[in-house]
């Protein structure tokens, strides 16, 4: 029975690194599809499995959050972090459903580059994540927040280059519309994680 | 002089129902406008009457917590539900406003159909709220919010299928353009409902 | 030594009058580029000065809520104000960014109206903020509010009727794309400065 003695608020942190697994499983699938260029309905299940996967979390967190009387950090920054850790995921679903929607398949660079770092990304922030444990891995939580947004920033510039382009060069007004949408998504999902980034700084900054 | 007795938690409940009946009314003048097909001006008349009574009731209920010490329940669950219930509203005034600018009259089957899913969902949205005054009725609101996530996820293949259609038939871009935005604005509507359902069940799970 | 006997509340009153000045210049910024019709590359750096220089002091005062026990007015309003007034200046930057990308130079009336409305919400914004300083202003900063208010009810008119006519008379789709966003977004710049004199406004209520 000795598990009784062990603090509730140890919890948080199992979850939130499950929480971030499905995220990091997340990015690293939708990398290997847009790598392939293969966008088929086939897609859709294994990222749906995932994303069910980091709702049934995402609500245990919620869930234990609202029967528990102390927490390891404040309560609407865990509620923030479940949050938004959940919005990663479902934006990638997202992406990936619309990109079968507009039968987006075939390999297209800007989209690979995107993937490859909205990866580097989800990955920066699972370090972050699981650096909350402990106090000491303060620098290395500082330097994935950094990292995060310095991606995040190259994401603007990423947008707004592949997005001149499209209107520039893409005469047909139905793909401009499907690329657009799926350019501005990617750069959305650096944007969510710089978000996340934030909150994990401002954990850290009530610890200190 | 027997009213001063009277709890004033009391009033939230009284306040959050007429705040619903408000999307009632809304959901279900959409449904009836799209039914017929007859999109124009004369019906904005009605949703903004609609709309500013409900803005009202949001209003108030904010100012009232502001002014109340102790709350029948958590102060935020109050603000988000005035604020989402407000939402609903909005958002169905928006979608009718969009309809009128793009001249989008005539009957579009997919669209009577996600009028008749949000008016299930608001519906199963005011049982839900009404059901907060008493605790006895935990069953009766669990059973609406599974419902209004059933909807949610029923509309999100149901956008997945209609803008599949709508990306392989309509060769105007304009109209893909005007339906696109339409369409994904229907199924917003559900997950706003959703998201009130998520704060109704928490509203519960704190009460337990 | 005189300044340690300064309240420490003072600090957000003058850090929230510098951050609404990087809004007004955001706007005076904006209108003046809009008028001008000389939409290109060397407009981005100037705005994005502003936005960094808005950031930080973002930045700052939430860095400064952390560290603060007791604040002028509540933690959730300094956090929302901080938040949304670093939003005003973002779309401010957002918009001109598209500009550059979609190549909208080029004198445009609607757009110049609604540069007027920008600058004309925000400068009340900063009449409204900068009154939060002491409650005898109460009668000048709800007048600014109201004032907000009107101009975002104006907007919503406008945003209509420019839609509406694009709609009709705009036959190049690539066009409408782009002007469709650009026109949503000084909408929605309006909506944003209303949702920070709803927080302003129940500071407000909170203090009477």
């Known amino acids: 029975m000795i598990h009784k003695f062990i603090p509730k608020e140890l919890n948080f942190f199992d ?3 499950r929480q971030v697994g499905f995220a990091v499983d997340a990015s690293s699938f939708f990398k290997q599809v847009v790598s392939s260029g293969k966008i088929d309905q086939s897609v859709l299940q ?9 709702d049934e979390i995402a609500h245990t967190i919620i869930g234990q ?9 404040d309560r609407e920054d865990i509620y923030a972090l479940a949050k938004e850790l959940d919005d990663v995921v479902d ?7 619309r990109m079968v929607i507009y039968k987006l398949s075939g390999e297209n660079d800007h989209l690979i580059k995107f993937a490859v770092m909205i990866d580097d990304s989800v ?13 000491k891995n303060s620098k290395s939580v500082i330097d994935a927040c950094v990292e995060i947004n310095r991606l995040e920033n190259e994401g603007d510039s990423m947008r707004d280059m592949v997005l001149a382009e499209l209107f520039e060069k893409e005469k047909n007004p139905i793909m401009v519309i499907k690329l657009k949408e799926i350019y501005q998504d990617a750069e959305t999902l650096l944007d969510i994680c710089e978000d996340i980034a934030n909150v994990v700084e401002s954990i850290l900054v009530k610890q200190a």
């Open 15 to 17: 979850l939130f690194e």
């Open 46 to 54: 294994k990222i749906r499995d995932i994303e069910h996967q980091g």
């Open 65 to 73: 959050l609202n029967k528990t009387f102390i927490t390891p950090f």
């Open 91 to 97: 934006m990638i679903n997202t992406i990936l459903g």
């Open 123 to 135: 990955n920066a922030l699972a370090l972050a994540v699981k650096g909350l444990r402990n106090t």
